[in-house]
């Protein structure tokens, strides 16, 4: 038996915080190529040190729900899972490659546990954000004529935090579908509240890479962009800031292909999934476009 | 009763002998020998045809073979088992009491377990104080996942971040699960308590305590390992209090001090263990860290004897969650609004200290 266990921060505040790990996992659970699929998470139940316990498959992946590589995945969630021997050099990750390793948890006897990097990290995530610009606008060959803005929560508290940020930009350029592509930053220049000044674009998509949507992506980021002067008002999509049309996607890691990217982890850590991962990304673009 | 059940048992005996509360059944040279010592039942030498015969007089026993040694999770058949007391009651009691509707509670959620004609089990999961309402009258959920949605909100639609907080919704109803469904509703309701409360029955339970639980914090939260001063433990036993008392969390805390240290304040009564502080005590443990660092000062107030009495009523009832049965008009109340705020124009400056004594010196 196979079990998939997603890992994410949760809140004890916020309500939605754990919405997008449950949609994603249910996702995964409706293709049909786990025996178990749970959740776990840092601030709700279960909590990490206790999800492993829960299983009765003894081959686990576990992803975690993360946009980038850090303090979350290289110290927090290794300790509380009490995986066995972990050491992140096992990843051999520039800060933006840590793909699997696979251990034993002192939790649970006789599991194999696979820790994958990152989701936000991974290669298909850049196809996560250019989905998440096509439902936003409601446009499947949205591209030409539009700016593409990747925002970050900002290099101060961990470096791998703006790599990956860059990685995903980089990418998204090379593809030359958009007119341009910029990283943009909360807390850093260049900074997301200057947006209009980095386009030359008259329509530019912005999208926050954080997992779920709360204090960052609907208060503050939306407030400091000028789509609104109160959050608690909304906003319109696209709303216009300086001429030019804003359209704010909110945290990418709601949009449903994200359940791919989780998939894709496990699969390269050895999981066998078939064609599931082509079956989500079937699906949830026909979700995407309702 | 159906065939297969007793198919079932047949072939359990051939390979190498059936046996489940109460009931043995195995197969030798001579046939089958079926036997309940409980009823004065012991027959050898059967034909299949016997067998057949002595099922049907006895199916209550045959049907509860079936049941119990289908292949599932051995926490999840413990929790189950559980549920209808199969390792106290004897066959008989047990399914007059199922047939009467026997039903038990895990947290706040009444496990109600149904038997149909041929004995197997079906399970209703509701809210505890719910157990008296027609069925017709709750909403009606079927997929355990529906769990998730349901459990986050209290009836006020206020977020519940602690699962096994005594705030679980009323007016739903999960009538008509099998026995992996209603295990795994009762994950989503109440996650891992299944697994820690097997553990527990098995001696096999890790508590980790108040120490090590703090000793491994790093981040923001590392600074909670400073509130450990070798000054004792009574600043954990009034996190307890304050966290893990009945009333604001259905586990029940195993968790002490250290390991040789336990806590003065009482674990609580509840079904399921709690085997470490949970993130929501390391999240608090970290303010009253920081808050606990402070000095304390003698301040000077002025009050009434009722006026006194009436802040350690406003205390108590905001720490209690009464605020909201107090009435509108029940002056007599001391924590009322209507007092409180009569408390607040007379005694607070404008700056809103109280008595009009400055917080810090000037």
């Known amino acids: 038996m196979q079990a998939l266990v997603i890992v994410a921060h949760g809140s004890h505040l916020n309500p939605d915080s754990s919405t997008p790990t449950y949609t994603h996992a249910d996702t995964v659970r409706e293709a049909g190529v786990f025996d178990e699929v749970r959740t776990a998470f840092w601030k709700e139940e279960p909590h990490f040190r206790e999800v492993l316990r829960t299983l009765e498959s003894d081959e686990v992946f576990v992803v975690p729900l993360f946009v980038s590589e850090g303090y979350f995945t290289e110290q927090v969630i290794p300790r509380e899972l009490r995986l066995d021997g972990f050491d992140v050099e096992q990843w051999d990750s520039d ?134 002067d109160d959050h608690r008002t909304g906003w319109d999509t696209p709303t216009e800031v300086d001429g030019t049309r804003i359209w704010y996607a909110g945290a990418v890691g709601t949009e449903e292909l994200m359940a791919d990217v989780v998939l894709e982890r496990a699969r390269d850590a050895g999981a066998d999934v078939g064609d599931a991962v082509e079956r989500v990304r079937e699906a949830t673009r026909r979700a995407g476009a309702d | 009763m159906h065939a297969t059940q007793v198919e079932r048992l047949a072939t359990a005996a051939r390979e190498g002998g059936a046996e489940r509360d109460g009931l043995a059944v195995d197969h030798g040279d001579d046939g089958f020998r079926f036997s309940i010592p409980a009823e004065g039942v012991d027959e050898d030498g059967l034909t299949e045809a016997d067998l057949d015969r002595l099922a049907r007089e006895y199916p209550d026993y045959v049907t509860n073979f079936a049941v119990w040694t289908r292949d599932r999770a051995a926490a999840d058949a413990a ?39 041929d004995g197997e089990r079906r399970y209703d999961l509701r809210h505890e104080d719910d157990a008296g309402v027609p069925t017709g009258d709750l909403d009606r959920y079927d997929d355990p996942l529906d769990a998730r949605s349901l459990v986050k909100t209290d009836d006020d639609g206020r977020y519940r971040p602690l699962k096994a907080a005594p705030s679980l919704p009323h007016g739903w109803v999960f009538p008509d699960l099998d026995g992996r469904a209603a295990a795994e509703t009762v994950e989503y309701v109440y996650p891992a308590t ?86 929501l005590v390391v999240s608090a443990a970290r303010k009253w860290t920081r808050l606990e660092a402070e000095t304390e000062r003698t301040y000077e107030f002025t009050l009434t004897p009722s006026e006194k009495e009436q802040v350690e009523a406003v205390i108590d009832a905001v720490a209690d969650g009464r605020t909201r049965d107090i009435r509108e008009a029940d002056v007599k109340d001391p924590a009322n609004r209507y007092r409180t705020r009569f408390l607040r124009a007379k005694r607070f400056d404008g700056a809103g200290n109280l008595s009009g004594t400055p917080t810090d010196e000037e």
Request: with cysteine; net charge negative.
């Open chain 1, 95 to 228: 800060g933006t490659s840590a793909d699997s390793t696979t251990l034993s948890a002192t939790d649970v006897a006789g599991k194999t546990v696979h820790y994958c990097g990152p989701a936000g990290t991974h290669d298909a995530m850049t196809d996560v954000i250019v989905r998440r610009a096509e439902s936003v606008t409601g446009d499947p060959d949205v591209g030409p004529g539009f700016g593409l803005a990747v925002v970050g929560h900002g290099t101060e508290r961990n470096e791998n935090s703006a790599k990956a940020i860059r990685y995903h930009t980089e990418r998204i350029r090379d593809l030359d579908r958009f007119d341009e592509v910029r990283d943009l930053y909360m807390d850093e220049d260049p900074e997301v509240d200057d947006v209009t000044e980095f386009f030359e674009s008259d329509d530019v998509v912005v999208v926050p890479l954080f997992i779920a949507d709360g204090y960052h992506t609907q208060e503050d980021i939306p407030e400091d962009m000028g789509l609104t």
């Open chain 2, 194 to 279: 299944i697994a820690n409360w097997h553990l527990e029955n098995e001696g096999e339970l890790d508590v980790d305590h108040w120490r090590e639980t703090m000793e491994r914090q790093s981040g923001i939260y590392g600074v909670v390992k400073t509130w450990d001063r070798g000054e004792g433990h009574e600043h954990v036993n009034w996190v307890a209090e304050a966290c893990c008392d009945d009333s604001q969390c259905l586990k029940r805390r195993e968790w002490q001090y250290d390991e040789k240290t336990d806590l003065d304040v009482d674990g609580g009564d509840g079904v399921f263990p709690c085997r470490e502080p949970c993130s």
């Open chain 2, 79 to 117: 929790f189950l088992r559980w549920a209808e007391r199969a390792d106290e009651l004897s066959v008989p009691e047990r399914y007059d009491r199922l047939r009467e509707g026997a039903a038990r509670t895990w947290g706040e959620v009444r496990v109600a377990v149904l038997l149909d004609e």
